[in-house]
Every structure is written in C-alpha cells, then in structure tokens.
C-alpha cells in the first residue's frame, strides 16, 4: 500500500465523523452519591426530560457511585468536556472560583429555609453565574440542597472544648480548614470516599456532613455522635462542561436550564423526605444525636467570616437581608 493510500485510510474515519450531521449528544452525568439518593433521583428524571423533549437528540446516563471519580477529579473531566455534567458539593468549586466561598462560610445562613430562599433567588442566581463567568470552562445551571452540615464523631462532642484536638475531616478548601481549626479541632481534607476507612482506621476522629451523607456512605458504622452544630448549609451546583454547551443549539440550551430548575425544585422534596429517614435510620442504629448551644460555635468562628466574608461585606448584607 502506498503511504498516501495508507494516510487516506487513516483519515478517513476522522473526516467521515466531521462530515457527518451531529445526531445525538451524549450526556454522561457524573455522582458520588448512589442510586436512590435526592441528588441522583432528581437529576435522572431531568435527563428523562431531556432525551423526550429532545426527541432522543440528547441521551442522558447517569453514573452514580463515584464511579467516575472523586467531585475533584470530575470536575477536571468536565472542564475537558470528558465528563458532560456533574454535581458537586460549592465547598470543592472555592478553591477554584473564589467568590462563590461566600456561600461556603459557617454561619453566613440563619437556617436551611434561609439558604433555599436565597439560592432560588437573585443572588443565587449571581453565584451560578460567577461560576460561568469564571475561567473554569463550566455552565453552573441549578442548585441541589445539600442541607445542613453538623460533626459526627467517634466520641462524642457535648460542648466547644470537646472537640479540642480531634482530628475532622473536611472537604478541600482552605475555609473549611481554617473554619475547623477556628472551633478547637484539627482540619483534615480528604476526598469523600476517603472518608469511611480513614474513620475505621482512626486516621481521623470524625468529619462533619448532613443525615444522608452520615446514613448512605456508610460513617455512621465508625462515628455514633452527631452533634448539631449545623455549621455549614453548602448548596450543589450541577454544571454542565462548556464544551458541551457550546455544542447545544440555543433551544437545547433553554431547555436544558429549565429542566435543571425544575430539578433543583423537585430535589427539595427529597431532600426532606431522606433528610427525615436518615434519621430515624441513624437513631435506630444506635447514633445519639446531640443538641448544642450553637452560640459558642458561632463565636469561635467569627475570624473565619472576618477573613473570608470582608471582600464580601454587601453581599453578606444581602443575604441576611432575604426573608
Ligand atoms: C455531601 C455532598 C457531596 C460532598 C460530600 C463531602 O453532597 O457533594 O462531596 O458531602 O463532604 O453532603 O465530601
């Protein structure tokens, strides 16, 4: 064969493919939660969604589990445009973006009813947009309510001086280390799957997440104290690669970010639903769930929302503002 026969023949393929019309969009959605998790159950119907009002141009597939990574490194694939859309928790997108840490400092919302009315509003709008308006190659389309984040232990933490010197894992971002050491314990960031051995072993005393979190991955087996601090109320982002967006026609892109609001709807329901059982699924496993004064957790925290919230002074207003 000749060499240009040769390289014809290796082109081929590659030329066929851009000559050819772009059918369908694969969507690979990328969860570290598992099946039946709010998160995942509402962002399967939205690709349900998605391939009907498409007419199978858009084909949706989930892969849940942490199959294709930690939140970190589908972030990554997602940047590439390797993985099409993902969720993930704002506490891993402010090291990268970070202006969006105003959501991700202790105590910057009342209550998770606060935090709801601020995302489905302006400034939560504002926030998505910071994350497509940033150098991250990411279209931030909704929000999914990730509740509220209070300690869970392997001894158990009545009071601020109790958790002196415990070893508590948080995700990996700066504030939350810093947030950490500000009450007394010792911040350790590691990735989420890391979480359930590095318990076990006694790498760490604890870590900090809501019921659900607690009850599906499984920590609760190694931590059988939850106090409720309720510290943190981090909202989850869905984002979409750009590259992937960029390829979407404008009505696709419309509909693509009216099934991601309906989805950030839908989800609160589950979300409330899971939050409940978990409960009672925990406190049926032996987890004693503890009541705290939350005053002296909120005061030892106070230099974390000096550092990271004075840039954000207005916006914080904002927020305290929204009733
Ligand atoms: C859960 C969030 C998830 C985070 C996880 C964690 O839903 O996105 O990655 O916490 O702390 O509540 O790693």
């Not at 990268?96 to 991700?104: I, M, R, S, T």
């Not at 869970?152 to 948080?170: A, F, H, N, Q």
């Not at 609760?220 to 939850?226: I, M």
């Not at 496993?285 to 990271?308: H, L, M, N, Q, S």
Request: with cysteine; net charge neutral; glycine share 8%.
């Amino acid at each position: 064969m000749t060499f240009k026969r040769k390289l014809l023949l290796a082109v081929l393929p590659f030329a066929c493919s851009v000559a050819m019309p772009v059918s369908a969009l694969d969507i690979k959605f990328a969860e570290i939660h598992p099946a039946g998790y709010p998160t995942v159950v509402a962002e399967q119907n939205m690709g349900k969604k998605l391939e009907q009002a498409s007419n199978g141009d858009i084909t949706f597939k989930m892969f849940a589990g942490g199959v294709l990574g930690s939140e970190k490194e589908v972030i990554e694939q997602a940047q590439i445009g390797a993985v099409q859309m993902t969720r993930v928790s704002l506490g891993i997108v402010g090291p990268v973006v970070p202006d969006v840490n105003v959501f991700n400092m202790p105590f910057v919302f009342r209550d998770h009813d606060h935090m709801r009315k601020v995302i489905d509003g302006e400034i939560g709008q504002e926030i998505l947009d910071k994350i497509t308006n940033s150098d991250f190659n990411l279209v931030a389309l909704a929000w999914m309510d990730g509740g509220s984040r209070s300690l869970y232990t392997k001894k158990p933490v009545r009071s601020l001086e109790d958790l002196k010197g415990m070893k508590i894992r948080v995700q990996g971002n700066p504030l939350f280390i810093d947030m950490m050491n500000a009450m007394g314990g010792n911040g350790i960031a590691m990735d989420t799957g890391e979480i359930f051995s590095a318990l076990q072993t006694g790498v760490i005393d604890g870590a900090e997440n809501n019921p659900p979190t607690l009850l599906e991955h499984n920590h609760y087996q190694s931590a059988k104290y939850f106090t409720l601090t309720n510290h943190l109320i981090l909202p989850e982002p869905v984002v979409m690669s750009k590259t992937t967006w960029n390829k979407l026609t404008p009505e696709q892109q419309a509909l693509v970010k009216k099934v991601a609001r309906e989805a950030q709807m839908e989800e609160r329901v589950l979300w409330d639903a899971k939050t409940a059982s978990s409960e009672e699924k925990l406190k049926a496993a032996g987890v004693e769930f503890i009541t705290v004064d939350k005053k002296p957790f909120y005061d030892a925290t106070a230099p974390v929302r000096e550092k990271y919230g004075a840039q954000y002074a207005d916006l914080m207003k904002r927020i305290d503002a929204v009733q």
